[in-house]
């Protein structure tokens, strides 16, 4: 039964990621790369912004140390959701569990997890987090398979621009997930609007000044993700509790 619910939780998110998914593997294969590298990398990874940067930056030929410094700034907010998520785990939940459920953390499924009103148990979560996988990966298969199908299609000059199109349509899918993320939350959160616009700002110096533009790729994704975040932490931190008036204001209103 819990299984069963996990599944049709999780059923809107993967209808949400196969086009995404499918997206990323368009553009993998569009670089050069063969139909089974993105399905690979979807079936071991499970991180849409973290595939299509490194993605981009093997593409690019970024050294190893800019890749996995890249992959841990984009990816690190994952081991914050996972210290959330654990906070609402069912007793006796071994370490091979932990593991999984750790593997099918995304802001999608930690958003979903985190709103039960329950303790979350494994048999939810293995429903939740596969079904969402099962869409990514899924998503991924068919525009691997796909693009070579289109390819072989379209061919001559007209085939050939109609390609182009093709992929740069689905390629804008993923801005569109990533706009439809954040706009709606940074509306009524001016940290986060103010967090959303210094970072258009940033990547704009850097694609647009030569001497940024030139640093290597993955470089600017790094300092753009640091020195934004540091700079509105430093503008608005975080008000501390006062612990010694919780006891008495929990008194006064009831306890939540």
């Keep these: 039964m819990r299984f069963t619910r996990g599944l049709k939780d999780g059923l809107p998110i993967s209808l949400g990621y196969v086009p995404v998914a499918f997206a990323y593997a368009i553009q993998a294969v569009d670089k050069g790369f063969p139909p089974w590298f993105p399905i690979l990398v979807s079936a071991t990874n499970f991180t ?17 140390a800019v890749l996995l410094a890249t992959m841990l700034v984009i990816n690190i907010r994952y081991a914050l959701m996972s210290i959330s998520i654990a906070q609402k785990l069912e007793s006796g939940f071994p370490l091979w569990k932990r593991l999984i459920v ?3 953390v995304t802001d ?9 009103p329950h303790k979350l148990s494994f048999p939810y979560l293995l429903g939740l987090m596969g079904c969402s996988f099962c869409g990514w990966l899924g998503g991924t298969a068919l525009g691997a398979g796909l693009n070579s199908l ?3 299609v379209l061919v001559g000059e007209t085939g050939s621009a109609y390609y ?11 801005y ?9 939350p940074a509306r009524g959160d001016g940290k986060l609007l103010l967090l959303v616009l210094l970072s258009a700002a940033a990547s704009c ?10 640093l290597p790729a993955g470089l600017d994704i790094i300092i753009c993700s640091v020195v934004c975040t540091a700079v509105v932490a430093l503008l608005f931190p975080h008000a501390e509790e006062d612990e010694s008036q919780a006891p008495s204001e929990e008194g006064e209103g009831g306890g939540q």
């Excluded at 110096?205 to 030139?214: D, E, G, R």
Aim: proline share 3%; net charge neutral.
């Design 108 to 116: 999608e499924n930690y958003a979903v997890a985190v709103r039960q």
């Design 205 to 214: 110096l850097f694609y647009f000044v030569p001497a940024l533009h030139s």
């Design 164 to 174: 182009t199109i093709i992929m740069s349509a689905f390629n804008i899918s993923l």
């Design 176 to 184: 569109a997930m990533f706009v439809a993320i954040v706009v709606p």
């Design 48 to 64: 849409g912004t973290g595939q299509f940067a490194g993605t981009n930056l093997i593409a690019a030929g970024a050294s190893l």
């Design 150 to 152: 289109l390819s072989a």
């Design 102 to 104: 750790a593997f099918g």
